[in-house]
């Protein structure tokens, strides 16, 4: 009998103690190997809040601060902490949002996660956080982190600097180190230097309690990690070049590049109409990037110095003739009378050289230059000849940086290359043989199917300005405490054209600025051998005004390219007095014409010019 018991209690304790295996292994198996529950448990007292880097400031050649940073602080949720009688209305009325608001927040925060921390309000700042700072303690489920928002010491080069805004759907695709609510540079030299510029994020494991305040870090910090600084960018512009070029182009649409030829940095890119970079900054930022947008008419988010495409008039003679004189097809002496029934002209005597042909613009002059180029008499047939002067011509265009993107270091998404047409162009315009140099006359005085951008004009006088070569245009010098260059931007571009040729050239565009007959007087600045071509390009509605230039004239300083859309009077009226003006500012420092200054900086190309006029001298009774 008693066995019969004993039996039985060793069944019970078998029953017992595989049940408490079972307990036991599924205990184990939710805690320790079921990453869900475990990340459950870690939600609801841990809270690993990130922490985000300065964000690199951004300096001109001399050291002047254009961007830094400002603390601002983000309200984060995390929705299934926030208790069933939470006070709303009091709690909206401390943030000073509106209830339908905090509804529509906690629904996209819910939305998101509800164990997960997200943004509730964005970019908070300091006045709006120090209203409500005080009593956070009472907004259980709530927390504040902190961030920096970009601040523009100045307003300008805008499209230069870019702007930072929240990342998107295809941000998070392309690099895993963002997460939702991050930001990223979204144009200019926030967006080709983000990577430089962002830094590296850190992390804070806080614990929290059941009442989702912090009680301390958890193991004493031991899983922290700080974040590291963005370094700091030291740009190629000059802030007060820049800033002046802005002021000269006011009230009128158009662009100014200002290049150091001898390094290829960028003095001053300007580009009008523009607008505040501030404007597109905190919470304001989505409101006013869409008014930006849809402006159509000033269209001030185009940077129109890499994203605008022109016709480049009169500035593109420069190039033939040097790519004439070096294949050999005209010499340095060569003239042309200015026959108008080739082509038309302003009146003017004909030129006897190609000094002389640049100073007066001749058009006739550069259609017989072209035409030499282009038919060379390889080929009996005028149409094999043409095809064969025509890739001769196009190759050396492209020595020039014409018809391609120039590596700066900007975006390359929306650049353009501008249009230099080749062979395969006009045999799918024309057909194959059925188009000649009469057919294309018109890129000799660069108009017709010939397209360039205004970073590849101020490249162009650059090159002129080098004697031949030119070194890719670039914004920034060096960046990081070690200075860190690119070593794309020391490279020379050679153009293999006789650097006795690019003397004539800017002989030539020497007596443009400096000799009666030139056609760019207005550029002159007294005790400056300023070298420039003016453009006139056409257009369906007015004019464009066009103007290269740089100077000195030996060991040249400063190159410029300025355009001036739909400018009555040409390239001498509009285009050269404001490259004079820009000129005269960076090499003395200040500008003595201040009356010429002040005619420019308030008058736009729809008015007359009120230019005083030379009065003559009476004559002695």
């Given amino acids: 009998m008693s066995n019969r018991y004993a039996n039985r209690s060793h069944v019970v304790k ?60 983000d309200l984060m949720v995390v929705p299934r902490m926030i208790p069933e009688d939470f006070d709303v209305d009091y709690f909206c009325r401390s943030v ?72 998107d759907q295809g941000d998070l695709k392309r690099d895993d180190y963002y997460k939702q609510g991050d930001y990223i540079g979204k144009s200019g030299l926030e967006k080709s230097y983000e990577a430089v510029l962002r830094g590296v994020k850190g992390k804070k494991v806080m614990q929290v309690d059941a009442f989702n305040r912090e009680v301390g870090p958890y193991m004493n910090g031991a899983m922290d990690t700080l974040p590291v600084e963005g370094m700091n960018l030291y740009t190629t512009l000059d802030a007060d070049l820049q800033q002046y070029a802005e002021e000269l182009m006011a009230n009128k649409r158009g662009c100014v590049v200002a ?14 109409p523009t607008y505040d970079p501030n404007l597109l900054v905190g919470r304001i930022r989505g409101d006013n990037y869409r008014r930006l947008l849809l402006d159509t008419i000033n269209r001030p988010l185009l940077n129109r110095a890499v994203q605008g495409q022109y016709p480049p008039g009169s500035i593109f003679k420069v190039a033939q003739a040097v790519t004439a004189l070096d294949l050999g097809v005209i010499q340095a002496g060569s003239g042309f009378v200015c026959d108008k029934s080739l082509v038309g002209c302003h009146n003017h005597p004909s030129a006897r050289s190609v000094q002389e042909a640049i100073k007066m613009s001749c058009n006739p002059y550069f259609y017989q230059v072209y035409r030499r180029v282009v038919q060379q008499g390889r080929y009996k047939s005028i149409y094999k000849d043409s095809q064969y002067g025509l890739t001769v011509w196009h190759d050396y265009m492209l020595r020039f940086g014409f018809g391609q993107k120039l590596d700066i270091d900007l975006p390359k998404a929306g650049m353009s290359t501008g249009s230099i047409p080749d062979t395969a162009y006009y045999n799918r315009y024309y057909g194959r043989e059925r188009w000649a140099f009469s057919t294309i006359y018109s890129n000799s005085i660069g108009q017709g199917e010939v397209t360039v951008v205004p970073i590849q004009m101020a490249n162009l006088a650059a090159i002129v300005a080098n004697r031949g070569y030119y070194i890719t245009p670039h914004l920034v010098r060096f960046y990081g405490p070690d200075s860190l260059q690119d070593d794309r931007y020391k490279e ?47 257009n ?70 009120p230019l005083p006029r030379k009065v003559k001298p009476k004559k002695k009774k």
């Avoid at 002989?507 to 207005?522: E, I, N, P, S």
């Avoid at 355009?563 to 420092?589: C, D, F, H, K, Q």
Wanted: glycine share 10%.
């Fill in 96 to 167: 000073g949002i509106t209830r339908d608001d905090y509804d529509e927040r906690l629904r996209k925060a819910r939305k998101y996660s509800t164990f997960a921390p997200s943004a509730f309000m964005k970019q908070v700042s300091k006045e709006e956080y120090a209203k409500f700072e005080n009593k956070m303690f009472r907004f259980k489920g709530f927390y504040i982190s902190q961030r920096t928002l970009r601040i523009y010491d100045r307003p300008i080069a805008a499209q230069v600097l870019g702007y930072v805004g929240e990342v």
């Fill in 492 to 538: 020379h571009h050679e153009t293999g054209i006789d650097k006795h040729y690019f003397d004539i050239a800017a002989a030539g565009m020497y007596d443009v600025v400096h000799v009666a007959g030139g056609t760019g007087r207005r550029a002159r600045v007294d005790g400056l051998d300023v070298c420039g071509k003016t453009g006139t390009a056409q």
């Fill in 540 to 609: 369906a509605g007015d004019d464009h005004s066009v103007f290269i230039a740089f100077a000195p004239r030996d060991n040249p300083q400063i190159a410029v390219a300025v355009y001036v859309e739909n400018a009555r009077g040409g390239g001498g009226s509009w285009a050269a007095p404001i490259a004079g003006l820009v000129i005269e500012r960076y090499l003395n420092g200040e500008v003595a014409r201040k009356d010429v200054e002040r005619i420019y900086k308030e008058v736009n190309p729809c008015q007359r010019l």
């Fill in 14 to 73: 078998l029953i017992f103690i595989v049940t408490g295996i079972l307990f036991a292994g599924r205990l184990a198996m939710l805690q320790l190997f079921n990453p869900e529950y475990r990340k459950q448990a870690e939600d609801q007292s841990l809270r690993n809040v990130t922490q985000y880097p300065a964000r690199g400031f951004i300096y001109d050649r001399h050291g002047n601060l254009l961007v830094h940073n400002e603390a601002v602080y």
């Fill in 259 to 272: 290049l150091e030829p001898s390094t290829g940095e960028v003095l001053a890119l300007a580009t009008l």
